[in-house]
Nanobody, 117 residues
Framework: QVQLVESGGGMVQAGGSLRLSCVAS????????KGWYRQAPGKQRELVAG???????NYADSVKGRFAISRDNAKNTMWLQMNSLKPEDTGVYYC???????????WGQGTQVTVSS
């Protein structure tokens, strides 16, 4: 079994910063963290930032230049540095990981980010 635990969310004013963390535990020797998603109230979950096996990154247009995703496989941890936050960044942020053999997808429980104007 695999568990993903996000942390670092909170409430900030527009222009502020937050750093989210996602720590994997359990049977994780073949699990790789793949990205951060967010879900705003009444909206579908969307990709915010992704990272490949070779650490190439991709970002939603709305966060390019403001967010940065990183991962340390030795620490089983993935981060999302969020700068210059905007009210439209508000939502629940989830990390996603994949079992590279079975392609099973795992999600964390989510961490709330609220940006006030």
């Amino acid at each position: 079994q695999v568990q993903l635990v996000e942390s670092g969310g909170g409430m900030v004013q527009a222009g502020g910063s937050l750093r989210l963390s996602c720590v994997a535990s359990g049977t994780i020797f073949r699990v790789e963290a793949k990205g951060w998603y967010r879900q705003a109230p009444g909206k579908q979950r969307e990709l915010v930032a992704g990272i490949t096996s070779t650490s190439s990154t991709n970002y939603a247009d709305s966060v390019k230049g403001r967010f940065a995703i990183s991962r340390d496989n030795a620490k089983n941890t993935m981060w999302l540095q969020m700068n210059s936050l905007k009210p439209e960044d508000t939502g629940v942020y989830y990390c996603k990981a994949i079992d590279k053999v079975t392609m099973t997808i795992y999600w964390g429980q989510g961490t709330q980010v609220t940006v006030s104007s």
